[in-house]
């Protein structure tokens, strides 16, 4: 029965380390990414991706609280731009 206890344990340990690795790499977004990928990543890699664009095409607003959210507003609307893009002609 330990044995058993510990192979799950082993196991679930196993994904959860598996999940966290995944989780470490680089966003799969850059500036050559369409909005409409922008808008199917996950919070974490839209996050991720905005505060390194802000940061290249020097516009520190965008990686705020309150100027985050316009790339999303604006990507719902313009699928086809890419972020690169919207850096280039955003206001900063």
């Not at 690795?21 to 974490?44: D, W």
């Not at 290249?56 to 316009?70: C, F, I, M």
């Not at 999303?72 to 850096?87: E, I, K, Q, R």
């Amino acid at each position: 029965m330990l044995h058993r206890k510990f192979r799950i344990v082993a196991t679930v340990s196993a994904a959860v380390i598996g999940l966290t690795l995944a989780g470490c790499g680089s966003t799969s977004l850059s500036a050559a990414s369409s909005c409409q990928s922008f808008m199917n990543a996950s919070p974490t890699e839209q996050h991720e991706v905005i505060d390194q664009l802000s940061s290249r095409y020097g516009k520190p607003d965008y990686s705020t609280p309150l100027g985050e959210p316009e790339v999303p507003y604006y990507c719902s609307a313009n699928p086809s731009v890419t972020l690169g893009d919207f850096f280039e002609r955003a206001e900063g």
